[in-house]
């Protein structure tokens, strides 16, 4: 009989736990059994070896066990010992065994050997690709300087081709998907209010929380599994939830109010919000007068800002937008609205973020508990080396953030992505990168690294990215899967996954701060390679011997841990983790010590860094392009079981969710003569059309907005699960409105109809 995969987990899951009640009758039993000839199910217990790992299956980086039976991965469990994760894993993070054995992974570096933008190449040994690869990155920065080309990472494992190689190599241009296209005004804005980055895990005291206001924020699909378990346990607890969604989402359904906002009016109601309770004399006065500056000229600000005000823009009540807040205040400090995620979204992003910031700090809640705590990071050394020839903020999902200045290196080319023309500051912006590619200006950009990154499923306006893909004068992609982008590129090495290689150190900011291990449970599938032997290898063959004075990766681990008082053993012995204690409340500091390293040392309301900068120093509304008649505000959110656009050809998420649906209103489809599972194609004000995609009818969005999960319309052949499932909100992202402070892409500036296919 033929097992499905969900059949086969059910079994599989009773079989374990027969397994477990056997295993734990001790050795002596087991020992009597195996002088019977006993069976065992799948494995005797002195076949398994155990490593350390954290997940890449998000950005999450949760603490995983692997277990290991004759060279072969069985099996993947969350590691108890991790403060964040605490012993779970995430649908995702059980399928990390199907990406290993994923038939699809590339397995050998490949040569172009014809037109870029098909599949054209021949198999290279590794000595052959990396030393062509060298050959054409040095003739480059030879003879246009090292800023002509620009590397692109994602993935956590990034570090080596996000932080490290470009910055050796002396090149600026280092994009991350993760900042502008995601995070940049979360980050910049938390760096002008608290002198602090918000960091790769937001810092929210579930445990102590008693009352959560969700904006934006999609928790039970934007799913990372710690968020889940401390949301969850929250709500167990009697929190009350507020969502403010023009879907009614999955978190929705748990909330006691559920506001259908109109989309792009987000910074209105947080400005109403705060104008009760200033108003009212609702906030936190003492908090205010000890840990802040600048609330004066914020109570001027926001007198106009009146829930009658916000009612007509946000199609929100002004009785509900009213009792909402007189709810918060109750409950302070032990209230909360966490900052979230894919925070880009209308191009005016930072100050929207400002806004809730602020809006919490009204509240009294920052670094109070059930509020946001101030995470800390061990001070872990990097490995010595010579200075880096640039300075350049790549970002990343647990980046630092930089404050209102222009990160440059003098006596060196700038930032090619228009940072102090185009916006203000921030990590370099990886969509504006593109742009060098095609013009030349500021100055040309000839080359490209890329690294783990989609680039046809994360840059909006693919067409554009296409004519900077022909332009390029050569193209290195590193990968485990033949992402469709690779067909443009030059020389594709095939990387090892992360369940068979060694990786940087995880070096988090948390409430409780910790180091995590990232090592090799088998090795590496034949004729791949680990990303740091790539960069490295490619490092010595550029001449860049003096960053890589380290002979195998586990001295260069080693000396890193070196400067903590530990070693890989002693990793390996705590565990695969190792913690320290944080600090993360108010409480934790002493007299004349702050934790907000502004420039007045209080967090800033009124931000004079703006103010010189010629921003509003105060959060402002401002009003979005409305769609066209005929069309719907295109919106896009993530699903639990995928990631991006990583995830869809893994053999086991591909069978539970194997394409995207369009949510239309039910009424609106109604009067389209759509009904559910209708095939449609979607068509952007720009003409450009997706694949066909099923129709999801439902009372669940508002009727001027569709909604699709990120990710699917693969349109790479050999992607043989992810191919045409689905349709890409990518492609009809070829409009973004750039962030003037931050450089943040707000993409939902797009807009689409319905076209049923006959």
Known sequence: MKLTRREFLRRGGALAGMWTGLSQLGEPVLAFLRTRGARWPWYRPDEVRITYNYCDMCMWRCGMLVYTVNGRVVKVEGNPKDPKSRGRLCGRGQAAVAHLYDPDRLRKPLIRTGERGTWSFREATWEEALDRAAEALTRLRDQYGPESVAWFAHTTGDFWFGDYLPLAFGSPNVGKPATGLCLTPREVAAQLTFGRGVGGHEPVDWENTRYIVLIGNHIGENAHNTVMQDFARALAQGAKLVVVD????????????????????????????????????????????????????????????????????????????????????????????????????????????????ILNVLLGNVGRRGGLYLPRAPALDPYPHPPFPVEVAAGGCGAAAVGIRIPDTPGHPPRADGVGSKFATGPVVIQELIEPMITGQPYPIRGLVVYGVNLFHSIPNVPRTIEALKRLEFVLAIDVLPQEHLAWADIVLPEATFLERYDELWVASHRIPYIALREPAVEPLPDTRPGWWIARELGLRLGLADYFQWSSIEEYLNTRLMSVGLSLDRLREAGGVFTWPGKPYLEDYGEG?????????????????LARAGFDPLPVYEPVEEP???????????????????????PWLAEVYPENEVWVNDEAAAALGLKNGDLVLLENQDGVRSGPVRVRATPRIRKDAVYLVHGFGHRGSRLSRAEGRGASDNLLITRYRLDPISGGAGMRVNFVRLIQEV
């Open 246 to 357: 023009p879907r009614y989402s999955t978190a929705a359904m748990k909330a006691h109010r559920w506001l259908p906002i109109k989309p792009g009016t987000d910074t209105a109601l947080l400005l109403a919000w705060m104008n009760v309770l200033i108003t009212e004399g609702l906030y936190d006065r003492e908090y205010i007068e000890k840990y802040t500056v600048g609330f004066e000229r914020l109570a001027e600000h926001i007198r106009p800002f009146t829930p009658e005000w916000a009612a007509p823009i946000t199609e929100i009540p002004a009785e509900v937008i009213r009792e909402v807040a007189r709810e918060m205040a109750a409950h302070r400090p032990q209230v909360v609205i966490p900052p979230g995620r894919h925070v880009v979204w209308y191009g005016n992003d930072t100050q929207r973020m400002r806004a809730l910031f």
């Open 593 to 609: 010590e702050t934790p907000f390293p502004t420039p007045s040392g209080k967090i800033e309301i009124y931000s004079e860094a």
């Open 628 to 650: 066209p008649p005929g069309y719907f505000r295109l919106l896009y959110g993530r699903h639990p079981l995928h990631t991006f656009g990583k995830t869809q050809n893994n």
